[in-house]
């Protein structure tokens, strides 16, 4: 009986070669011990792994109750397996656990988290399927570290728009609910490969729902992805041909993007190139102006040139007419070498001599 167990006794249980937590200190209770639990359980502070989910293959009669607040001095706690239980709620002291990667809640009677639950923020995995959720617990869009969230069998009719924040999630199962619309943030959610929808009442996928390119609806389409929907856009048979067909059909996603992206370089190159043909010829027409300037500038210069020369010598033609004239004679033939004088000179008479 559960009363009899010791600490020591306890700790005989803890096994360290479960091949999924292999060197892991883990303990697993069951049957009896789960209707009371004994307390040396929670003394055990070297305790990684704490397995209190029935056996499903044994009598489900022995089932939890309720978690008592002494699982909160159990800080070293990596794992934590209280599904297939009869759990209405989730003590707050389970949030002192900061050291959970892996908690498991599922096939409970869950209608809510525990204030304080993203305090959980080395949390992995939650499993949170088949409880009574009809509101999608907001606690979960903080914590960020999540990867792996399981929330199928509830009665959720609206995922929230933060959902969006669990960028590092991989894997988001929603079969068995009451969905009727999926926000548009969900296409920002990049990392998910794994995506369960079926079972619900959507007519529609967000645009943009070819972004999740990590998507395995393709390769690995079965029922829970989305079956079971009354889709009208995309049709069902498209989605099933994966994200990239129904980037086509919305016409909006990461390759018509890279298009849209070429193009506009394609674009943008050839008005660069246009604009630099454009500089070119106006260069070209600029200097052309500025040679035809330099040519009339030229002319004009020689023009004002040859009216000056003009100019003087119209003046000095002037001079030239109110100038005095001189008259030079001829001198003897034995005067013939003589050179002409540069002064005027007078005509001298010759005289005859009396006879």
């Not at 794994?194 to 998507?215: A, C, E, I, Q, V």
Request: glycine share 4%; net charge positive; proline share 5%.
């Amino acid at each position: 009986m559960s009363h009899g167990l010791t600490l020591k006794n306890i700790r005989m249980r803890i096994e360290t070669e479960d091949p999924l937590y292999f060197g892991q200190k883990k303990l697993k209770l069951q049957g009896r011990d789960l209707l009371h639990l004994p307390k040396a359980v929670f003394k055990l502070m070297e305790l990684e792994v704490l397995d209190l989910s029935p056996e499903r293959e044994a009598c489900l009669d022995y089932k939890l109750a309720m978690v008592p607040s002494d699982i909160g001095k159990l800080l070293n706690l990596s794992t934590l397996m209280l599904d297939t239980n009869d759990l209405l709620q989730v003590p707050v002291e389970i949030t002192l656990l900061t050291n959970l990667q892996r908690l498991a809640l599922s096939n409970n009677h869950l209608s809510e988290l525990p204030n304080g639950f993203p305090r959980l923020k080395n949390l992995h995995s939650l499993h949170l399927a088949n409880n009574k959720f009809e509101v999608f617990p907001l606690e979960i869009c903080d914590i960020t570290s999540l990867v792996f969230l399981d929330l199928c069998d509830n009665l959720i009719k609206a995922l929230p728009k933060k959902i969006s924040n669990l960028t590092k999630l991989e894997t988001l199962l929603l079969f068995i609910n009451r969905l009727t619309k999926l926000p548009d943030t969900i296409v920002k959610m990049e990392e998910l490969r794994s995506l369960w929808l079926g079972n619900n009442s959507l007519r529609t996928l967000p645009k943009g729902f070819g972004y999740l390119t990590k998507l395995d609806w393709r390769e690995r389409y079965t029922s829970s992805i989305l079956d079971g929907n009354p889709l009208v856009s995309p049709p069902l048979e498209i989605c099933r041909m994966g994200p990239q067909a129904i980037e086509r059909f919305q016409g909006v996603g990461p390759n018509i993007d890279e298009q849209k992206q070429a193009e506009e370089e394609a674009e943008a190159e050839r008005n660069a190139k246009e604009k630099s043909r454009s500089r070119a010829s106006s260069d070209a027409n600029k200097t052309g102006s500025d040679d035809v300037k330099s040519n009339q500038s030229n002319k004009i210069a020689s023009d004002s040139s040859r009216s000056r020369a003009s100019s003087d010598a119209t003046t000095k033609g002037v001079a030239a007419r109110d100038k005095p004239t001189v008259t030079v004679t001829k001198a003897d033939s034995t005067d013939t070498g003589v050179k002409k004088s540069k002064f005027p000179t007078q005509t001298k008479k010759r005289r005859v001599p009396k006879i």
